[in-house]
């Protein structure tokens, strides 16, 4: 069984920054793909960052050059280092897996999700 345990949410002000973790459990060995949704209240989940199991990155373009995916040595976590933080990121941050090479940046593709974490910016 695949689990996917987020940490590293919290309230900052605008302009402040936060990092995220994504830790992925159960089925390791294979190649797989992770990403970074968020969903704000009444909003639907939007994706934010993805990246492949080799290491290729892309952001949704309201936070290119502010947010950053990697992966960690193992490849079993994943982080999200947000700098630059707005008002407008305040949501529910959800990490994503899915067993690909490639990198993914459709929510309909990904099989496992975690519970989510709360970020929070204060204006």
């Known amino acids: 069984q695949v689990q996917l345990v987020e940490s590293g949410g919290g309230l900052v002000q605008a302009g402040g920054s936060l990092s995220l973790s994504c830790a992925i459990s159960?089925?390791?060995?294979?190649?797989?793909?992770m990403g970074w949704f968020r969903q704000a209240p009444g909003k639907e989940r939007e994706f934010v960052a993805a990246i492949s199991w080799l290491g290729v990155s892309i952001y949704a373009d309201s936070v290119k050059g502010r947010l950053t995916i990697s992966r960690g040595n193992a490849k079993s976590t994943v982080f999200l280092q947000m700098n630059s933080l707005k008002p407008e990121d305040t949501a529910l941050y959800y990490c994503?897996?899915?067993?690909?090479?490639?990198?993914?940046?459709?929510?309909?593709?990904?099989?496992?999700w975690g519970q989510g974490t709360q970020v929070t910016v204060s204006s």
């Open positions: 159960g089925r390791t060995l294979s190649n797989y793909a």
């Open positions: 994503a897996a899915d067993f690909q090479v490639g990198v993914i940046a459709d929510k309909g593709e990904y099989d496992y």
